[in-house]
Nanobody, 126 residues
């Protein structure tokens, strides 16, 4: 069983930065992909970023490309999401996700991910 604990959310002004963390436990993650999704009130959960745990390849939604950076610490089984130049439209609950066999064409759909963190609120004020 995989457990994901995400943290680091909070309130930040537009243009500011936050770093989210996702601590994973319960399995060996060498073949996993890890990702971040977000869900704003009244909206569907949307893909933000993902990283291949084995090769380190990263993927981003167009809306965050150039502002957000996903990275991982294999020794600590922890994935980070560094969020810079934040905008009010980044306000959402952010969820960490993990999956052992997800393929490139499927990673942007939340239904294809097996494991989820509990979510952490990010609020960006204008």
């Amino acid at each position: 069983q995989v457990q994901l604990v995400d943290s680091g959310g909070g309130l930040v002004q537009a243009g500011g930065s936050l770093r989210l963390s996702c601590a994973a436990s319960g399995r060996t993650f060498s073949s996993y992909a890890m990702g971040w999704f977000r869900q704003a009130p009244g909206k569907e959960r949307e893909f933000v970023a993902a990283i291949s745990w084995s090769g380190g390849t990263t993927y981003y939604a167009d809306s965050v490309k150039g502002r957000f950076t996903i990275s991982g610490d294999k020794a600590e089984n922890t994935v980070y999401l560094q969020m810079n130049s934040q905008k009010p439209e980044d306000t959402a609950v952010y969820y960490c996700a993990a999956d052992a066999g997800i393929i490139l064409s499927s990673l942007r759909a939340s239904v294809n991910w097996d494991y989820w963190g509990q979510g952490t609120q990010v609020t960006v004020s204008s």
